[in-house]
Protein backbone atom coordinates (compact mmCIF):
# COMPACT_ATOMS: atom_id res chain seq x y z
CA UNK A 1 0.00 0.00 0.00
CA UNK A 2 3.00 2.42 0.87
CA UNK A 3 3.51 1.84 -2.93
CA UNK A 4 0.01 2.03 -4.10
CA UNK A 5 -1.24 5.64 -2.45
CA UNK A 6 1.02 7.78 -4.60
CA UNK A 7 0.52 6.10 -7.96
CA UNK A 8 -3.49 6.53 -6.74
CA UNK A 9 -2.95 10.02 -6.56
CA UNK A 10 -1.13 10.35 -9.79
CA UNK A 11 -3.60 8.67 -11.81
CA UNK A 12 -6.62 10.66 -10.56
CA UNK A 13 -5.43 13.69 -8.31
CA UNK A 14 -7.41 15.63 -5.68
CA UNK A 15 -9.94 16.91 -7.60
CA UNK A 16 -10.57 13.77 -9.40
CA UNK A 17 -11.75 12.21 -6.04
CA UNK A 18 -16.24 12.15 -6.21
CA UNK A 19 -17.86 14.13 -3.40
CA UNK A 20 -19.40 10.80 -2.11
CA UNK A 21 -16.06 9.11 -1.47
CA UNK A 22 -13.73 12.27 0.40
CA UNK A 23 -17.04 12.89 2.55
CA UNK A 24 -17.48 8.98 3.58
CA UNK A 25 -13.83 9.32 4.96
CA UNK A 26 -12.09 6.52 2.97
CA UNK A 27 -12.67 3.63 5.69
CA UNK A 28 -10.58 1.63 3.10
CA UNK A 29 -7.60 4.12 4.64
CA UNK A 30 -8.91 4.68 8.16
CA UNK A 31 -8.88 0.84 8.72
CA UNK A 32 -5.49 0.74 6.81
CA UNK A 33 -3.90 3.64 9.05
CA UNK A 34 -5.66 2.25 12.41
CA UNK A 35 -3.71 -1.03 11.78
CA UNK A 36 -0.46 0.74 10.95
CA UNK A 37 -0.65 2.32 13.96
CA UNK A 38 -1.33 -0.63 16.61
CA UNK A 39 0.79 -3.03 15.54
CA UNK A 40 3.52 -0.75 14.19
CA UNK A 41 3.49 0.21 18.07
CA UNK A 42 3.57 -3.51 19.03
CA UNK A 43 6.91 -3.85 17.26
CA UNK A 44 8.42 -0.91 18.35
CA UNK A 45 7.29 -2.07 22.02
CA UNK A 46 9.03 -5.64 21.15
CA UNK A 47 12.03 -3.64 20.02
CA UNK A 48 12.18 -1.11 22.75
CA UNK A 49 12.26 -3.93 25.60
CA UNK A 50 12.72 -7.63 26.14
CA UNK A 51 9.97 -9.71 25.64
CA UNK A 52 7.31 -7.05 26.93
CA UNK A 53 3.62 -8.06 27.61
CA UNK A 54 1.24 -6.01 25.23
CA UNK A 55 -2.10 -5.42 25.47
CA UNK A 56 -4.07 -7.15 22.59
CA UNK A 57 -6.78 -4.33 21.16
CA UNK A 58 -10.13 -5.14 19.20
CA UNK A 59 -9.48 -3.20 16.51
CA UNK A 60 -12.80 -2.03 15.88
CA UNK A 61 -12.83 -0.62 19.43
CA UNK A 62 -9.58 1.32 19.26
CA UNK A 63 -11.06 2.77 15.83
CA UNK A 64 -14.04 4.54 17.28
CA UNK A 65 -11.18 5.92 20.17
CA UNK A 66 -10.08 7.74 17.81
CA UNK A 67 -10.17 10.45 14.96
CA UNK A 68 -9.01 8.30 11.88
CA UNK A 69 -12.49 7.81 9.96
CA UNK A 70 -13.37 11.55 10.72
CA UNK A 71 -9.87 12.98 9.01
CA UNK A 72 -9.79 14.28 5.38
CA UNK A 73 -9.06 11.67 2.96
CA UNK A 74 -5.11 13.65 2.37
CA UNK A 75 -4.80 13.80 6.11
CA UNK A 76 -5.50 10.01 6.79
CA UNK A 77 -2.26 9.28 3.88
CA UNK A 78 -0.24 11.60 4.91
CA UNK A 79 -0.41 9.89 8.26
CA UNK A 80 -0.37 6.38 6.94
CA UNK A 81 2.60 7.39 4.38
CA UNK A 82 4.69 8.90 7.28
CA UNK A 83 3.75 5.85 9.85
CA UNK A 84 4.81 3.42 6.50
CA UNK A 85 7.99 5.24 6.50
CA UNK A 86 9.20 5.14 10.00
CA UNK A 87 8.24 1.38 10.35
CA UNK A 88 10.33 0.50 7.08
CA UNK A 89 13.14 2.35 8.44
CA UNK A 90 13.03 0.93 11.43
CA UNK A 91 12.57 -3.03 9.91
CA UNK A 92 14.29 -2.72 6.65
CA UNK A 93 17.90 -2.40 8.38
CA UNK A 94 17.13 -5.14 11.25
CA UNK A 95 19.15 -7.99 11.75
CA UNK A 96 17.48 -11.33 11.39
CA UNK A 97 17.81 -12.11 14.51
CA UNK A 98 16.07 -8.95 15.56
CA UNK A 99 12.42 -10.22 13.49
CA UNK A 100 12.57 -12.78 16.49
CA UNK A 101 12.32 -10.65 18.91
CA UNK A 102 8.81 -11.59 21.01
CA UNK A 103 6.11 -10.27 23.54
CA UNK A 104 3.32 -12.11 24.99
CA UNK A 105 0.26 -10.56 24.12
CA UNK A 106 -2.67 -10.41 26.41
CA UNK A 107 -6.12 -9.42 26.90
CA UNK A 108 -7.62 -11.89 23.88
CA UNK A 109 -8.37 -15.07 24.83
CA UNK A 110 -5.12 -17.55 25.94
CA UNK A 111 -1.92 -15.13 26.18
CA UNK A 112 -0.04 -15.12 22.60
CA UNK A 113 3.61 -15.23 22.01
CA UNK A 114 3.91 -12.91 18.69
CA UNK A 115 7.41 -11.56 17.61
CA UNK A 116 8.42 -8.86 15.16
CA UNK A 117 7.80 -11.37 11.71
CA UNK A 118 4.41 -12.33 13.01
CA UNK A 119 3.05 -8.94 13.73
CA UNK A 120 5.24 -7.49 10.16
CA UNK A 121 3.29 -10.33 8.68
CA UNK A 122 -0.07 -9.66 9.84
CA UNK A 123 0.26 -5.83 8.73
CA UNK A 124 0.95 -7.36 5.13
CA UNK A 125 -1.78 -9.96 5.10
CA UNK A 126 -3.94 -7.16 6.60
CA UNK A 127 -3.08 -5.19 3.75
CA UNK A 128 -4.17 -7.21 0.77
CA UNK A 129 -7.58 -7.09 1.16
CA UNK A 130 -7.25 -3.59 0.87
CA UNK A 131 -5.33 -3.44 -1.71
CA UNK A 132 -7.74 -5.00 -3.67
CA UNK A 133 -10.45 -2.36 -2.56
CA UNK A 134 -8.10 0.73 -3.37
CA UNK A 135 -7.38 -0.99 -7.08
CA UNK A 136 -10.95 -1.16 -7.25
CA UNK A 137 -11.69 2.28 -6.11
CA UNK A 138 -9.41 3.96 -8.41
CA UNK A 139 -10.37 1.86 -11.58
CA UNK A 140 -13.69 3.20 -10.57
CA UNK A 141 -12.56 7.03 -10.31
CA UNK A 142 -10.84 6.62 -13.28
CA UNK A 143 -13.65 5.30 -15.29
CA UNK A 144 -15.24 8.66 -14.00
CA UNK A 145 -13.14 10.97 -15.15
CA UNK A 146 -14.72 13.06 -18.43
Known amino acids: LHFVFPQLLSSVGAAGLPRYWTPARDWVLAATVEQEAMWGSAIAAMLASQHPTIRA ?6 IKRTDYPAQEFFSSLRAFTAQRADLLAVLE ?3 ATEWQRGATVTGAGKPLELTVHSYANRLALHERPHLKQIERIAQLLRDQRP
Not at 57 to 62: H, K, L, V
Open 57 to 62: INPRAW
Open 93 to 95: PLP
